[in-house]
């Protein structure tokens, strides 16, 4: 199993990007798929998951209406839309798949990690 995440950059305050990660090696439709991210000197923490189910996407009160999470199961695809960036949102991004029904935002219930994609918003 392979997760490939790619669109991280350097963006100004204000700004968007858009995060990409594809997963290879199973079907993940079931799964759910999630982002973290790493700011420097900090410890992982939970961005947005996108349940492989009927339930809704959550996402971190940091995010919220600023993120939007999606995925496209028939790609093995998940996305992350990142419009008004602030600077505290500089961190290594990492998107991650989680196995069995139970949701969580603890990066120790996921069981497949990506590389991570750096994001960069300067003030």
């Known amino acids: 199993v392979q997760l490939q995440a790619s669109g991280g950059g350097l963006v100004q305050a204000g700004g968007s990007l858009r995060l990409s990660c594809v997963a290879s090696?199973?079907?993940?439709?079931?799964?759910?798929m999630a982002w973290f991210r790493q700011a420097p000197g900090k410890e992982r923490e939970f961005v947005a998951y996108?349940?492989?189910?009927?339930?809704?996407?959550f996402y971190a009160d940091s995010v919220k209406g600023r993120f939007t999470i999606s995925r496209d199961s028939a790609r093995n695809t998940v996305y992350l839309q990142m419009n008004s960036l602030k600077p505290e949102d500089t961190a290594v991004y990492y998107c991650?798949?989680?196995?069995?029904?139970?949701?969580?935002?603890?990066?120790?219930?996921?069981?497949?990690w990506g590389q991570g994609t750096l994001v960069t918003v300067s003030s």
């Open positions: 991650a798949v989680k196995g069995g029904r139970y949701l969580s935002t603890r990066t120790t219930e996921y069981d497949y």
């Open positions: 090696g199973r079907t993940f439709s079931t799964y759910t």
């Open positions: 996108a349940p492989g189910s009927a339930y809704s996407a």
